[in-house]
């Protein structure tokens, strides 16, 4: 076995000799007397020059052998005229429309920008909150919202002198706006009008919601517990024992007749100006107590002056048929509430 062994690498050493011979035969052949200088294509190619039909010899002995050794040319240029490009601007122009950076300058934000919450500041009549289920912004005086509002409240006061309206705070309830617009869907559904008309309703302020900009937590405050969660059928003839067409929401299309339902804190009294969808009304001019809805086929009762009644006023069975909007603050006859 070591002898065939032995035997074996003596083969493969010969072996190795002979290729290392017959190569370095080969290169000594060309270098020598195989290829000549005017043979050789380029300097160090060993090969020679391919020849040509005419019995010369090409410049190289192959293609890629003339691709190598070639100098680069550049491209010719092209017979397309070149686009003049605008200059770069160092910095972004101000736009002639709109006085912004025609360029969206990105906000940089520090590590507690997120954590910081800013108050509601007073709001122009075109401000939204957005983003928040619930909250009041007060009105600017010169805003053109808040002197519509004025002149509505002047004009539904019938009875007596108006007074001056010292603010007006904005309603913003995403919930109660929602309910409000389903409603209104279903009466549509059904038939019935879906007319939008604006009515008010007086009821208590405890809280100095001028200054504070949000709701109290004083359950007997009627103008935030309303504002907040709505009409609460479970609150119907808690102030008010006599209800002229039975248990549900009154409103009224004159200011001055819910001032009488109104009391007050801090010199000032408020009420709701609302946007109602009374749908079909049934209208009485005589005393219903009895009714606990509408009569069938209606939606609402709307109540004619005549008999015992001296004002309009229309009464909703339905929370969702009333959305608050605006709380209007005055000042006028003290504080306590004026009918029983």
Not at 31 to 40: E, F, K, P
Not at 70 to 91: C, I
Not at 138 to 155: D, M, N, P, V, W
Not at 308 to 337: F, Q, W
């Amino acid at each position: 076995a070591v002898t065939t062994a032995r035997d074996n690498m003596a083969h493969l050493v010969v072996a190795g000799l002979v290729a290392a011979g017959v190569a370095y035969a080969t290169y000594h052949y060309f270098q020598s007397s195989g290829a000549t200088d005017l043979q050789r294509s380029t300097p160090g190619c060993p090969n020679k020059k391919h020849p040509n039909p005419n019995g010369g010899y090409y410049d190289y002995c192959s293609t890629t052998c003339r691709d190598r050794g070639a100098p680069r040319v550049p491209p010719p240029p092209s017979s397309v005229p070149a686009v003049a490009q605008p200059p770069r601007l160092a910095s972004p122009p101000d736009h002639q429309l709109c006085s912004q950076p025609e360029y969206p300058v990105p906000r940089r934000r520090t590590a507690n920008s997120s954590r910081q919450r800013r108050p509601l500041p007073d709001r122009g009549p075109d401000d939204v909150i957005l983003g928040q289920m619930f909250g009041f912004v007060k009105l600017k005086s010169a805003s053109t919202k808040y002197k519509q509002i004025c002149a509505k409240f002047r004009k539904d006061w019938v009875k007596g002198q108006c007074p001056d309206v010292d603010h007006i705070l904005e309603v913003f309830c995403n919930k109660a706006t929602k309910s409000w617009k389903n409603h209104r869907a279903k009466l549509a559904y059904k038939g019935s009008p879906t007319t939008m008309e604006q009515h008010y309703h007086g009821t208590a302020i405890k809280c100095n919601l001028a200054v504070t900009k949000s709701a109290c937590n004083d359950s007997n405050c009627g103008i935030c517990g309303i504002s907040q969660k709505g009409f609460d059928e479970k609150l119907i003839r808690k102030n008010i024992t006599f209800q002229r067409f039975g248990n549900g929401f009154y409103l009224a299309p004159n200011s001055s007749k819910c001032h009488d339902y109104t009391q007050g804190t801090h010199t000032n009294r408020a009420m709701l100006l609302c946007d109602v969808i009374p749908g079909k009304k049934c209208t009485f001019t005589r005393d219903q107590p009895h009714l606990m809805a509408p009569p069938d086929g209606h939606d609402s009762v709307y109540g004619e002056p005549g008999h015992r009644l001296n004002y309009p006023e229309i009464v909703l069975y339905k929370k969702a048929s009333i959305l608050p909007r605006y709380v209007i603050m005055y000042t006028k006859d003290g504080i306590e509430k004026i009918a029983s």
